[in-house]
């Protein structure tokens, strides 16, 4: 007699078994998030003290500062794929993150009557709309845009330099050097994208509301929590699986990869591609609470800034690259209010200091180690440290218990 076929699952059914503590700390974090506007809103009508407490130290402001930074965890995600995954330190992100933000930007520079060109164009003598910019009259075409432009480049400068197998820091070079094409390509283009001066988007409008108001403001956070959420979850799904698993063979062993008969090429193209598409989202998401888009966003600075959130907060985990990204931003807001002069010489020590001591960021310390020093400050006395997952088995606990319950022999 056969045995009936077993259901295999859902895709999502199969990721849920697969989420840990982490990961529900995650998402537990993202929903408080969400909730923020609301309860600010609720306990400042109710004229408690906690609610004009919130509305004093907690301005739309800090909101709206809070969306900059939960956008740009959306990109720490990205370069985690990239970077913790797969072995591949690319420092020229900016360039993706950039390509979504000006997509963005050109949408909401065209919400004007019919006949009229964005201010910029009559600076420099354009009297018709290029041709680059019809497809953005268009929120659907724009929103692809936003993500498909930025992950085509990726997967395209992704083929050109893993066809001939570079890889390691000449991979990190060859990314910076595209960097700094595009960030000099941008900065000359006056009569299509207003050059250094960029675009602005604080304002303009969209469906009829100014994109700075409050209103509008509020909407665009909730929507970068939603996105957050939503590439986290990809990333998980891409991570947990048989895809997940060749990634992290390519970045510990390439080579028997190749010889087991896999094509690393096609996996690592694919997969910078779809990073370069996170950061085309995390791009457009950013510019719109940021109010402008400039070549600036393409300094080597900030790309290499991106890959210190990442560390910080622990490679291949993910969520390790959206608490470092927060972690790290909300130092540099704070310190930078208190010591505008020298809080760059903070951020540079907050990096060594997680190199050498917390080589595997703050997450994977506490996976490897805090978890365990935990435990065993609780319990009272030191327990065996091995994998986490070996210790928790039922068959080794079953095996210790009947070892150490055997009476001693004579």
Not at 72 to 79: C, K, V
Not at 173 to 195: C, D, E, P, R, S
Not at 262 to 269: A, H, I, M, Q
Not at 281 to 292: D, E, H, K, N
Request: neutral net charge.
């Amino acid at each position: 007699m056969q045995n009936p076929p077993q259901n295999p699952g859902s895709p999502l059914g199969k990721l849920l078994k697969k989420l840990g503590w982490s990961d529900y700390a995650l998402f537990g974090a993202v929903l408080v998030f969400a909730c923020i506007p609301l309860i600010i809103a609720v306990l400042s009508l109710s004229d408690w003290v906690v609610g004009q407490w919130l509305l004093k130290n907690f301005p739309f402001l800090r909101l709206r500062l809070m969306g900059r930074f939960l956008s740009l965890a959306i990109i720490a995600l990205g370069i985690d794929l990239i970077w913790g995954y797969t072995g591949l330190l690319s420092l020229g992100h900016g360039i993706f993150f950039a390509l979504g933000g000006y997509a963005f930007a050109m949408y909401l520079n065209l919400q004007l009557p019919d006949g009229q060109l964005p201010e910029f164009f009559g600076l420099y003598g354009v009297d018709k709309l290029p041709l680059i910019w019809q497809p953005f009259h268009s929120l659907p075409i724009t929103l692809l845009a936003m993500v498909l432009v930025p992950g085509a480049i990726a997967a395209l400068l992704g083929y050109l330099i893993f066809r001939n197998r570079i890889k390691g820091v000449y991979f990190s070079i060859l990314t910076q050097a595209a960097l700094l094409v595009f960030y000099n390509f941008f900065n000359g283009q006056q009569k299509l994208i207003n050059g250094t001066n960029g675009l602005k988007t604080d304002t303009e409008r969209i469906f009829g509301y100014l994109a700075s108001s409050d209103g509008a403001q509020l909407v665009f956070y909730e929507l970068t929590v939603v996105a957050l959420l939503l590439v986290y979850i990809l990333c998980r799904w891409l991570t947990s699986g048989r895809f997940g698993r060749i990634l992290m063979a390519i970045r510990d062993d390439e080579t028997r990869v190749r010889f087991t008969g896999y094509d690393p090429t096609g996996f690592k193209v694919l997969v910078f591609g779809i990073s370069g598409a996170i950061a085309g989202l995390s791009g457009g998401l950013y510019t719109v609470q940021t109010g402008i888009i400039t070549p600036s966003i393409m300094d080597v600075a900030f790309s290499i800034e991106m890959v210190i959130w990442v560390a910080v907060g622990g490679r291949a985990t993910l969520v390790g690259a959206v608490l470092g990204t927060l972690l790290v931003r909300l130092a540099q807001s704070s310190l930078s209010e208190q010591f505008p002069e020298v809080w760059l010489f903070f951020q540079g020590a907050l990096f060594l200091i997680v190199v050498t001591v917390l080589p595997n960021g703050i997450v994977g310390w506490w996976q490897e180690q805090g978890i365990v020093q935990l435990r065993n400050l609780f319990r009272g006395k030191p327990q065996l440290a091995t994998f986490p997952s070996l210790e928790e088995d039922p068959l080794v606990q079953e095996e210790r218990q009947q070892f150490e319950g055997e009476p001693e022999e004579p």
